[in-house]
């Protein structure tokens, strides 16, 4: 039985090196770029599951990450949502100094990673959980698209409830990824609610708990 456990951890000890050893090489270095021109217009995780970079939306094109898929891929993220869509012509460049900017025209650079800290910046990755990553030179995770969901959540990321970009909020629809109407927010109070955009939530809450106290 000892000999079979034995086995057994030598081979997840051998399925998490090489993880390790895919995620490592998957790993984008500074000064990399894309662009819907040249042929390389995303990064893929390395088991090629999701992809971060650019994908057509309306006339053009936004900058999001994907669920790779037939016969259409699956839009699980999308930065600056509210921004219309960017043309053929659009780059999205990894800086020297750790920024991910969008070049969207002569002059008009747009952040992407709003919340990072450029200057400790040393690479990026795109994960298999659908998770965009920063990382500074010790490997350690500074900032990552999990932390700020726009319309989907995935396995192994949550919602914050003392923090309100934590928050999902719907797509005006399945062509528009812009916010819709609807956003879902977790409480501090422990429950997941769901409520219309621009209402305040917890005055709402409070008012109908109200009501039941009374009927009770």
Request: hydrophobic share 40%; charged share 15%; net charge negative.
């Amino acid at each position: 039985m000892a000999s079979v456990w034995f086995v057994f951890l030598l081979a997840l000890i051998f399925c998490v090196g090489v993880t390790a050893q895919l995620e490592k090489k998957n790993s984008i270095s500074l000064n990399s770029s894309l662009s819907p021109n040249n042929g390389s217009a995303s990064w893929a995780s390395p088991s090629g599951r999701f992809a971060f970079g650019f994908y057509p939306e309306g006339r053009g094109f936004s900058v999001g990450i994907w669920l790779v898929g037939t016969p259409r891929n699956t839009v699980v993220w999308t930065a600056n949502r509210d921004y219309p869509p960017v043309s053929a012509n659009a780059k999205l460049n990894f800086t020297g100094d750790g920024k991910l900017l969008l070049q969207a025209g002569e002059g008009s650079e747009i952040s992407i990673t709003d919340g990072s800290d450029d200057s400790v910046v040393a690479a990026a990755s795109m994960l298999d959980s659908g998770n965009f990553v920063l990382y500074d030179r010790d490997s350690s995770v500074v900032w990552e698209s999990f932390s700020f969901p726009t319309d989907t959540i995935l396995g192994g990321q949550y919602l914050d409830s003392y923090n309100k970009l934590n928050n999902l909020v719907s797509s005006e629809s399945r062509t528009d990824r812009s916010s819709g109407r609807f956003f879902l927010a977790m409480q501090e109070d422990g429950n997941l609610l769901s409520y219309p955009v621009n209402v305040n939530a917890p005055k709402i809450l409070g008012a109908l708990l109200e009501v039941v106290h009374h009927l009770l």
